[in-house]
Structures are given as structure tokens and as C-alpha cells.
């Protein structure tokens, strides 16, 4: 083809992405800091024969990795000879991370080091301030921040700067991006919660749903190996479920998977919208469950005391109680059921308040109601949602700074 050829002309060289030098090195540096943190202390030549770098690729990212006390000096390595080899070990306390988990009246909080140790742990009851329009849902973030502060500080104090927050809220919020898109137990809708932490402490802040939390701390920690579908059905305020399919979280369009809490119970609910809470969760959430014990009872004692109450008269026998948990029971049956023939999951793991409160009536009468009725019934398995919540979120901001997963202990 001559120079100068109209078809030559208009043909446009394919430029190919490759990794630059930057994201090379950042997956050369995490490669060695995960050696060490599952290995543990090692010379440089055992670095370079177990992640096959160069040894000058492993002599510089050591070398970098020192100057971040992320690596530091360990004893020498047994004589063999010559001169004994400097060992290296994972400085895991060097940086920390934050798990916060945010419920409807409390936030709790823990700072990890980098092997997901728990330094400190902090609670702290959530107030809500009022407006003339409703509940001033910007006092409930501000009250976020300033506790995340608060940890920030006692990591500072340490000498452990933070390097990533994970955050687990009642609600849909689109991952990385720290949106909430709506929780109606917190009055949000929109809420730019991980943007407002972000700038306030200047490092990667990732939001999650809780439930999504405790999910993925029960698959990791809870259930045993050989379980590749999971579902927690969280009750308490509001109802909700977290899914792991295959090994991994399920979030779906927008992180909205597993939102049980919506799910229509009968015909009738088609002829209304359900804005906030939805259909079943207004039914077994605890406003739900409370309305039902005034209507049976003719009052119910505020907040949890409510369930406390229900749960006792029924283990002594009171007909009324007694009905009133069966309904119960049959309702989160149903629940558990549509959940089991779409999914076939291999555990479904109870959490929340309902689940804690009244274990001991609720679970074996699901489990009965289910026998017979569906094809395969799963794996039944009580489990402490507010402590797998703080796990979940530890492990997720592990995973924020380029790392892996680790036990939070």
C-alpha cells in the first residue's frame, strides 16, 4: 500500500491497556505482604522463592515496606554455616482499620489491627434529634462521625493510623460508592454517609448492608467448610436477608438482594405501597409484632420489653402467648420456605433480636412447620448477628486496604 492511501489514512492504531508500573508494583507489594502474613517471619530468599519475584523486586518492596513499618526486623534465621539471614516479619499493629455497625438505636465500633486483631471496642446509644419536618437524619450522621473520630483517635493514640472504615447499616447502600439509598429505620434516603466520612478522615470508607455482614462473617467463621450457599434472616426492627451464593456475596442491582423485608404476604397487599418498611416486615418487625400483642393483649410494653414479655408468658403457657408465637413462628416458616425452594441454600442462619429473645420457641417450630412442605429444608442455625456484623465489617475494611480476609479475633 502506498503513502498516502485514503484507506491507510483512515485506519487508527489500537492503542492496548496494560498495567502501568504503579499497579504493578501495588500487586507485587500486596503479594509480599500476604506472604508474610500467612506465613510469617522469612528471609528475602524465601520471599523471592515463594512469590517467584525478582530479588530485586523483593529487596525494594521490602526495603519500602520497612520505611512504612509495615515489615520490620525479626530475629535472625538459624545458622547453617555462614552467616544467619535476617528474618522479616508482618508488622500487623503498624496501621489499623475501623468496623462500625450502625443499628437503630446504637453504634458500635472496633479498631483492628492489620491481621484483624480487635484493639478496642466502643458502643454507643444513637440519639435522635427532631425537627419540625420529622427526625433531623443529619444529627444521626454527624453522631456517626463524630464516634468514628472518636476510634480514629484511640488508633492514633497507638501509634496505628487508620487505613480503611467499613461501615454495616440497617439498609440498601451501593457498596464503594458509600451511598445509602434508603434506610427506613434511620429515616435516610440518598445518604452520602461513606462521601461524609471519607472527607472527614481522609481514607477509603466502604458501606454495607448489615445483613450482607453478617452473611459473610457466618459463611467464613460460623457454619464450617463445605457450605457454599448461605442466607441470614436477620429480625429485629426490620427483616432482612444476606446472601451468599457460591461462596461469594450476593448484593444484586444496586445492593438491593435480599430485601425480605418487602415481601408481599397476601393478595391485599398489591392494593397499597409500601414506601418504608414493607409488607412483612411490617407484620414481624418489632412495630409489627408489638401491634399484635396490643391487639391480643390490649397493650404491649414499649420497645424489646415487648418481646421479652411475649417470649416468658409463652414458655409458661399462656394460651394467648402461646398462639400469638405460633403465628410467629409459622410466618418466618413461610418466609424461610419461599427462601428454600428459589435458592436451596445449605444454612439458613436466625439473627436479630427476634431470633436471640425467643430462640428456643421460635426455631424448632419453624423447622417442624417446614418438614414435608418443601423439598429440601436447610440447616437451621441460630447465630449472634451484632457480633458477626462487627466481624463482617472488620473483614470488609481488611479487604479495602488490598489485602485479604482475616479472622477478626
Not at 47 to 63: F, H, K, M
Not at 342 to 363: K, N
Request: aromatic fraction near 4%; charge should be neutral.
Amino acid at each position: 500500500m502506498k503513502e498516502g492511501d485514503p484507506l491507510r489514512r483512515s485506519r487508527t492504531p489500537v492503542r492496548r491497556r496494560t498495567a502501568t508500573t504503579r499497579i504493578v508494583s501495588e500487586v507485587n507489594r500486596t503479594i509480599v505482604l500476604d506472604t508474610l502474613r500467612e506465613s510469617g517471619p522469612m528471609s528475602r530468599r524465601r520471599i523471592i522463592d515463594e512469590t517467584g519475584l525478582s530479588p530485586a523486586t523483593v529487596n525494594r518492596l521490602v526495603d519500602a515496606l520497612k520505611a512504612d513499618r509495615l515489615v520490620t526486623d525479626d530475629e535472625r534465621a538459624p545458622s547453617r554455616g555462614g552467616r544467619p539471614a535476617q528474618l522479616v516479619r508482618f508488622n500487623a499493629r503498624a496501621q489499623s482499620v475501623l468496623a462500625l455497625t450502625l443499628g437503630s438505636d446504637s453504634l458500635q465500633g472496633a479498631v483492628c489491627d492489620l491481621a484483624g486483631n480487635v484493639r478496642s471496642r466502643l458502643a454507643r446509644p444513637l440519639r435522635e434529634g427532631t425537627r419540625r419536618a420529622g427526625p433531623d437524619t443529619s444529627f444521626l450522621v454527624e453522631q456517626v462521625i463524630a464516634f468514628a473520630v472518636e476510634l480514629s483517635g484511640a488508633a492514633d493514640s497507638w501509634g496505628a493510623p487508620v487505613r480503611a472504615v467499613a461501615v454495616g447499616v440497617p439498609g440498601v447502600a451501593t457498596g464503594q460508592d458509600g451511598l445509602v439509598e434508603f434506610a427506613p429505620a434511620l429515616g435516610w434516603s440518598s445518604m452520602p454517609l461513606g462521601v461524609r466520612l471519607t472527607e472527614e478522615l481522609g481514607v477509603p470508607v466502604v458501606i454495607e448492608n448489615d445483613v450482607n455482614l453478617v452473611a459473610l462473617a457466618a459463611h467464613r467463621h460460623t457454619v464450617g467448610s463445605g457450605v457454599e450457599h448461605l442466607v441470614a434472616l436477620v429480625a429485629d426492627i426490620g427483616v432482612g436477608a444476606g446472601l451468599v451464593l457460591g461462596g461469594r456475596l450476593h448484593r444484586g442491582r444496586l445492593g438491593a438482594a435480599g430485601e425480605v423485608g418487602y415481601l408481599l404476604m397476601e393478595r391485599r397487599s398489591l392494593d397499597r405501597s409500601w414506601p418504608g418498611f414493607g409488607d412483612l416486615e411490617s407484620s414481624v418487625g418489632l412495630s409489627g409484632i408489638r401491634r399484635r400483642i396490643a391487639e391480643a393483649h390490649g397493650d404491649a410494653a414499649p420497645g424489646y420489653a415487648a418481646l421479652e414479655d411475649l417470649f416468658a408468658d409463652a414458655r409458661r403457657g399462656e394460651p394467648r402467648a402461646s398462639r400469638l408465637v405460633r403465628g410467629l413462628a409459622d410466618d418466618f416458616a413461610l418466609v424461610v420456605a419461599d427462601i428454600a425452594v428459589l435458592i436451596s441454600p445449605d444454612v439458613v442462619a436466625l439473627g436479630g433480636r427476634t431470633f436471640m429473645l425467643g430462640e428456643d420457641l421460635l426455631v424448632p417450630a419453624v423447622e417442624s412447620r417446614l418438614q414435608g412442605r418443601i423439598p429440601l429444608v436447610p440447616r437451621l442455625l441460630p447465630v449472634d448477628s451484632a457480633e458477626l456484623q462487627l466481624t463482617g465489617a472488620a473483614e470488609l475494611a481488611l479487604e479495602t486496604t488490598g489485602g485479604s480476609a482475616f479472622v477478626v479475633r
